[in-house]
């Protein structure tokens, strides 16, 4: 069975520093991949996607991740994190089954940017 | 652009009380819907899907049910609320691989 481990559960950071948040998937078949941000009280937001091609993948807010098959590997990176960066992190790996795909999600990493 | 709409933002309900949660979608037809459940300090789990009308399937056994009455409209249910109910409800439409997520429901049963 698909799952994703998120090593992290919190990352403290000040700000302006790089942060890296780690996620390892296990799955048997073609991979597609998914980081996500979670604002207080709000919904989840897609950061980025792997689905095929580029192994580095840019989302938003300034914020790329690496797929490594050898290491199955998507971790998440930004190379200067500010303030507003504070939130929960979801990795994701999609799943498809009988005409629907389902996110399998990990448990989550917070990140804490400090002044 | 696609929207989803999530009704009421917070709901506060005593144990034993039914329950009825809304989500509505936007700019788009006969799209696959979820719900998923956040409780306090876990991650995400995955509770109904819907490919279309009146097709639900439950992926976890529990006090919850689902309906899928208009093309746009996905409806979490309960008869009787439990303490364990609590938590933080998302609903999700599917396109392609990815899912987008709306604003969710915050509820607390006391």
């Known amino acids: 069975a698909q799952s994703v481990t998120q090593l992290d559960s919190q990352v403290p950071v000040f700000e302006e520093a790089p942060v890296e948040l780690r996620c390892n998937y296990s799955?048997?078949?073609?991979?597609?991949l998914f980081w996500y941000v979670q604002y207080p009280n709000q919904g989840l937001q897609l950061l980025l996607k792997?689905?095929?091609?580029?192994?580095l993948v840019k989302g938003i807010n300034g914020f790329e991740a690496e797929f490594n098959k050898s290491q199955t590997s998507f971790h998440l990176r930004k190379p200067s994190v500010h303030i507003s960066d504070t939130a929960e992190y979801f990795c994701?790996?999609?799943?498809?089954?009988?005409?629907?795909?389902?996110?399998?999600f990990g448990a989550g990493t917070r990140l804490a940017v400090h002044p | 652009s696609q929207t989803i709409h999530q009704w009421p933002a917070t709901l506060v309900q005593p144990v034993g009380s039914p329950l009825s949660l809304e989500c509505t979608v936007e700019?788009?037809?006969?799209?696959?819907l979820y719900w998923y459940r956040q409780a306090a300090g876990r991650g995400l789990q995955l509770l109904f899907y819907?490919?279309?009308?009146?097709?639900i399937s439950s992926e976890v056994p529990q006090n919850l049910s689902a309906s899928r009455p208009q093309d746009r409209q996905f409806i979490l249910s309960s008869k009787k609320l439990l303490l364990s109910d609590s938590g933080f409800y998302l609903c999700?439409?599917?396109?392609?691989?990815?899912?987008?997520f709306g604003p969710g429901t915050r509820l607390t049963v006391t």
């Open positions: 994701a790996v999609s799943v498809g089954s009988g005409g629907y795909n389902k996110l399998i």
């Open positions: 799955s048997s078949v073609s991979v597609y």
């Open positions: 792997y689905l095929s091609g580029s192994t």
């Open positions: 700019g788009t037809s006969n799209p696959n």
């Open positions: 819907s490919v279309g009308i009146g097709q």
């Open positions: 999700a439409r599917g396109q392609g691989y990815e899912q987008y």
